[in-house]
């Protein structure tokens, strides 16, 4: 059984920065991608980053260019560096690991094997 922990949220001020980790329990080494998701109240939870174990990554729209994804397998941690960071940030934020290769694609948010509890950041103007 794998957990996934994060941490590293909180509240901060608009343009401000905050890094997350999910700590692993196990070998990272055997998942092949990593992911960040994040839900705000009343909507769906969203794509944030997701790292697989060839070193690809994919952004959702609304953070590329803001928010950077990083995985250290000898640390059994994952983290998300945010930067420039806007109200509409806010959100629980999750991590997510996947074992299943998928031939060059990525995982679905259904196709995720395990989940963290989420850690809530806000962003305030």
């Known amino acids: 059984q794998v957990q996934l922990e994060e941490s590293g949220g909180g509240s901060v001020q608009a343009g401000g920065s905050l890094r997350l980790s999910c700590a692993v329990s196990g070998s990272i080494f055997t998942i092949n991608t990593m992911g960040w998701f994040r839900q705000a109240p009343g909507k769906q939870r969203e794509l944030v980053a997701i790292?697989?174990?060839?070193?690809?990554?994919k952004y959702g729209d609304s953070v590329e260019g803001r928010f950077t994804i990083s995985r250290d397998n000898a640390k059994n941690t994952v983290y998300l560096q945010m930067n420039s960071l806007m109200p509409e940030d806010t959100a629980v934020y999750y991590c997510?690991?996947?074992?299943?290769?998928?031939?060059?694609?990525?995982?679905?948010?259904?196709?995720?094997?395990?989940w963290g509890q989420g850690t809530q950041v806000t962003v305030s103007s």
């Open positions: 997510a690991a996947a074992y299943g290769n998928y031939g060059g694609g990525w995982p679905g948010p259904g196709e995720y094997d395990y």
């Open positions: 790292h697989d174990n060839r070193a690809r990554t």
